[in-house]
């Protein structure tokens, strides 16, 4: 889900409008590769690479085929270094089960997999994330469900919920932390990897570690960011 967006872009996630499984399958074929995302090379995923530079297309254009911009294509400071993190501490995660929130192009969900979770769900609002997150979690040989409903505000027997760079936007932000914080008394796990995004809380939180993680100057206007892995509550 969201970032830090290039160019001033819209920060909009309002749901995708319906589109077919092969149509989106399609397109992203088409306009990806097969890429090691750099901070965590044993995972890869259908990201699109500078010849692609989905991001260079208008707002317009984007709109016309039906595509919100496509943050699924591209491997995100935050979701980067928890991924790593679940990968490093396969114990966090192991013979549970976990919720990959806001996936986009479902890495951290995939990491939870290979970690040895009991069983994972990615979600995300937008629609082609779930052609990506099949792509992907095929090409890693591991099996991964998906859900584009809005899950913010209800319950589910999660053990741990996963959730990368999502404190980007301050209305999204004053939805996540009521339903976080109520997680948290179900019991509920919650780590979150965040780049320094804008709207982190500022206290409720424990640092697990920090990564240098290689990113998309076109994207984030570094090739470098600094990315804590939080434990929420």
Same mark, same amino acid.
Request: hydrophobic share 45%; net charge negative.
């Given at each position: 889900?969201?970032?830090?967006?290039? =160019?001033?872009?819209?920060?909009?996630?309002?749901?995708?409008?319906?589109?077919?499984?092969?149509?989106?399958?399609?397109?992203?074929?088409?306009?990806?590769?097969?890429?090691?995302?750099?901070?965590?090379?044993?995972?890869?995923? =259908?990201?699109?690479?500078? %010849?692609?530079?989905?991001?260079?297309?208008?707002?317009?254009?984007?709109?016309?085929?039906?595509?919100?911009?496509?943050?699924?294509?591209?491997?995100?400071?935050?979701?980067?270094?928890?991924?790593?993190?679940?990968?490093?501490?396969?114990?966090?995660?192991? @013979?549970?089960?976990?919720?990959?929130?806001?996936?986009?192009?479902?890495?951290?969900?995939?990491?939870?997999?290979? %970690?040895?979770?009991?069983?994972?769900?990615?979600?995300?609002?937008?629609?082609?994330?779930?052609?990506?997150?099949?792509?992907?979690? %095929?090409?890693?040989?591991?099996?991964?469900?998906? $859900?584009?409903?809005? #899950?913010?505000? $209800?319950?589910?027997?999660?053990?741990?919920? #996963?959730?990368?760079?999502?404190?980007?936007?301050?209305?999204?932000?004053?939805?996540?932390?009521?339903?976080?914080?109520?997680?948290?008394?179900?019991?509920?796990?919650? #780590?979150? @990897?965040?780049?320094? !995004?804008?709207?982190?809380?500022?206290?409720?939180?424990?640092?697990?570690? $920090?990564?240098?993680?290689?990113?998309? !100057?076109?994207?984030?206007?570094?090739?470098?960011?600094? $990315?804590?892995?939080?434990?929420?509550?």
């Amino acid at each position: 889900m969201g970032r830090g967006l290039p =160019h001033g872009r819209s920060r909009s996630r309002a749901v995708t409008p319906p589109i077919s499984p092969g149509r989106a399958e399609a397109f992203i074929r088409a306009n990806t590769a097969l890429i090691a995302p750099p901070h965590v090379p044993e995972i890869r995923l =259908h990201l699109a690479d500078e %010849a692609h530079d989905l991001w260079q297309r208008t707002e317009e254009e984007l709109e016309a085929i039906g595509l919100p911009p496509p943050f699924w294509a591209f491997a995100w400071a935050g979701g980067q270094g928890l991924a790593r993190h679940v990968l490093d501490n396969a114990g966090l995660v192991q @013979g549970r089960k976990v919720l990959d929130f806001a996936s986009g192009s479902g890495l951290v969900a995939i990491a939870a997999a290979k %970690a040895g979770a009991a069983h994972v769900l990615a979600a995300d609002i937008d629609a082609f994330c779930a052609a990506a997150v099949r792509l992907n979690a %095929a090409a890693n040989g591991v099996a991964v469900d998906f $859900t584009d409903n809005d #899950l913010v505000g $209800t319950s589910g027997a999660w053990d741990v919920i #996963l959730a990368g760079d999502v404190f980007y936007d301050r209305a999204f932000a004053d939805r996540l932390l009521p339903w976080f914080a109520q997680m948290r008394i179900c019991g509920c796990e919650i #780590l979150v @990897g965040d780049p320094g !995004r804008a709207y982190l809380p500022k206290t409720g939180l424990e640092g697990l570690a $920090t990564y240098e993680v290689p990113v998309t !100057r076109a994207l984030e206007d570094t090739e470098v960011k600094k $990315t804590t892995v939080w434990r929420f509550g």
